[in-house]
């Protein structure tokens, strides 16, 4: 990663959680000794299912941007159909790297010269781990464990500690099951 | 002491749960909701021993915080934009009444149109109305504020705003430091018996019509009108300004954090131009000036953290000096210009050496508001006072001129 400061872009669908993920990821950076974080929505108002965005930025100096992130270090998709309505990799900076939720491992993403595609089959990890809400895999803290594995920029302990800040005991232990699996399933 | 990554909303529910309220009554509306659903949920749970009451309209909410506080409660509410609209009546209540209410105000812009996102039109909108108005430049800041804002109000008997950006604080997670209880405890009493106190056994009628004449107490003592009690609002709220700056003090001893009392500087030495602003503006400002130093351009900035009362001497003596102070408005008055560039360029005037006050509008509706442009509109404030401009049009930081038809 280059500069002082990390900045995270997160792609996911209204109701799947990249708002959470965004805050846990932030939680787990400042336990992993980035001193300053920052996590937030995209401003305004969000639909059901529809394309949403979130930020996460961190640094060791006090962050005063407070704009939407616009140039990316690290892109996280939590939904492969993303890919067909949004222009995800819009801005990622060079030697970036987007993080896919995918089991397709050919599905075509047009990234700048010098980043990386990292995919990992994180529904089929929530899905082991029996995160699942309506018969629906929920897949916003097992990629968490995915983005520890492909970017090295948080650690896998913080990932776990900062999940089970936000969960009750149950839920925490199948959540944090899931990131374990994520951060095993990782593949460039 | 404990470090929370807490939103700006999340930073406000604390603040009043460590300032131990008691009746907390309210409205949602985005982007203050999660402030007090927050508050909601810790009362339902036990966690916060106070009386949350669900009202109808933000009319309602401040009527609520009236009764309640009247009866000598500790009380709080929070709302934005249209809803502030809304409880106009109840806000200038509020004040008149000199009840030590706090409120947390999430700057929305105001309709219409409708638009959910930030400037702070809301908050300005009712700066006339006798109440205490405190900006927060980041979450800490929030928490720290609204502790600070009990002790001000009940010392003074004036209602406290503890205004913060919506979405870029009220749903941005950082940081914050949230204090214990014991260390909290030790800097906010519990709330001083109300000046009337509510007993059936010694009935009085409060807030009675006091007309133009003197008239008699409840006592059979014979006191002012009107507008001596209006009077001895404004004297209160001056003598404010020496209070916001004391609690700042003592918070800082107690805490070792700094919020600021009237105003916050950065890189005011040798400045040529000073940016001036409130809220988390004067944030991203200081990053400008940084860069702006970095290029050799003496740029510091000054943020406004107490709007009402207004700091004049503080402010008077911070830009003694500079050439010119461009001051960024998240509101304007329309017709004429921005709040706070005109109430700087009052409070200047006549005063030798003062700076030109330029003024500049940004943000409205939730216009992004970047880096690049604040440089652009400093470096051309920097090109004007150096050609000895003295009056500005209001400028537009980011305002759209191209390819856009109304």
């Known amino acids: 990663m280059s500069g002082a ?9 209204g109701g799947q959680g990249a708002v959470t993920a965004a805050k846990i990821l932030a939680q787990a950076a400042y336990l992993s000794g980035w001193e300053s974080v920052t996590a937030a929505p995209s401003f305004g108002a969000e639909r059901r299912g529809a394309p949403v965005t979130a930020s996460t930025r961190m640094a060791h100096e006090k962050i005063r941007v407070l704009s939407q992130v616009t140039a990316p270090d690290v892109v996280v998709v939590l939904d492969d159909s993303l890919l067909s309505a949004v222009d995800v990799a819009a801005g990622l900076k060079q030697g970036g790297v987007v993080i896919l939720n995918t089991v397709e491992p050919t599905l075509a993403l047009k990234v700048p010269e010098g980043a990386r595609v990292v995919r990992a089959d994180v529904t089929g990890a ?33 990932v776990e500690q900062a999940i089970a800040a936000t969960f009750s005991e149950s839920a925490a232990a199948r959540n944090v099951e899931a990131a374990r699996l994520a951060y095993e399933c990782v593949q460039e | 002491m404990t470090v929370r990554i807490l939103t700006g909303n999340e930073s406000a529910a604390w603040g009043a749960r ?47 915080c009236i009764g309640a506080s009247t009866a000598g409660a500790r009380t709080f509410t929070a709302t934005s934009s249209n809803g502030l609209a809304y409880m106009t009546e109840q806000i200038w209540w509020a004040a008149g009444a000199r009840l030590p209410i706090v409120m947390c105000v999430a700057n ?97 009628n409060i807030g009675p019509v006091v007309i133009a004449d003197r008239r008699r107490d409840a006592g059979g003592v014979l006191r002012g009108g009107y507008m001596e009690l209006r009077a001895a609002h404004h004297e209160a709220l001056l003598s404010a300004l020496d209070v916001v700056a004391e609690t700042a003090d003592e918070w800082e001893r107690s805490t070792g954090r700094s919020t ?36 050799g351009v003496a740029v510091g900035v000054l943020g406004i953290r107490c709007y009402r009362p207004f700091p004049v001497e503080a402010l008077r ?42 003024g500049a509008v940004c943000g409205l509706g939730g216009r992004e508001v970047t880096p690049e442009a604040l440089t652009d509109a400093a470096l051309s404030a920097l090109a004007d006072a150096r050609a000895g401009v003295r009056e500005r049009a209001v400028a537009w930081v980011g305002r759209l001129s191209e390819e856009v038809s109304r």
């Open chain 1, 5 to 13: 400061m990390v900045e995270v872009r997160w792609h996911g669908r």
């Open chain 2, 108 to 204: 929305r812009s105001l309709a219409a149109p409708w638009n959910v996102l930030n400037d702070q039109q809301d908050s300005m909108s009712v700066r006339d109305a006798g109440w205490i108005q405190l900006h927060c430049r980041d979450n800490q800041e929030i928490l720290d504020t609204v502790v600070q804002a009990y002790r001000i109000a009940e010392r003074l008997n004036l209602p406290v705003m503890v205004c913060y950006d919506g979405f870029l604080l009220s749903h941005t997670a950082m940081p914050v430091e949230v204090p214990t209880p014991e260390a909290v405890d030790a800097f906010l009493p519990p709330r001083p018996a109300p000046l009337q106190v509510i007993d059936p056994a010694d009935p009085r």
């Open chain 2, 317 to 358: 003596e911070r830009l003694s000096g500079v050439r010119a102070a461009l001051v960024f408005d998240k509101a304007l008055s329309y017709g004429y210009a921005g709040p706070i560039a005109a109430d700087l360029r009052a409070a200047l005037y006549g005063v030798d050496g003062a700076p030109a006050v330029y």
């Open chain 2, 18 to 64: 460590l300032a131990r309220v008691q009746v907390v009554a309210a409205y949602p509306i985005t982007p203050q909701s999660p402030v007090v659903e927050t508050i909601s949920a810790w009362v339902q749970a036990g966690e916060l021993p106070a009386e949350f009451i669900a009202v109808e309209s933000e009319h309602s909410a401040m009527s609520v």
């Open chain 2, 260 to 295: 600021g009392g009237l105003v916050v500087q950065h890189r005011l030495d040798d400045a040529e131009v000073v940016l001036v602003a409130a809220g988390s503006l004067v944030t991203q400002l200081t990053l400008v000036a940084d860069g702006l130093r970095d290029r």
């Open chain 1, 126 to 158: 929530a899905q082991a781990a029996g995160v699942v809400v309506g018969g629906q895999p929920i897949v916003n803290t097992a990629i968490l464990g995915a983005f520890a594995a492909a970017t090295g920029l948080v650690m896998l302990p913080a």
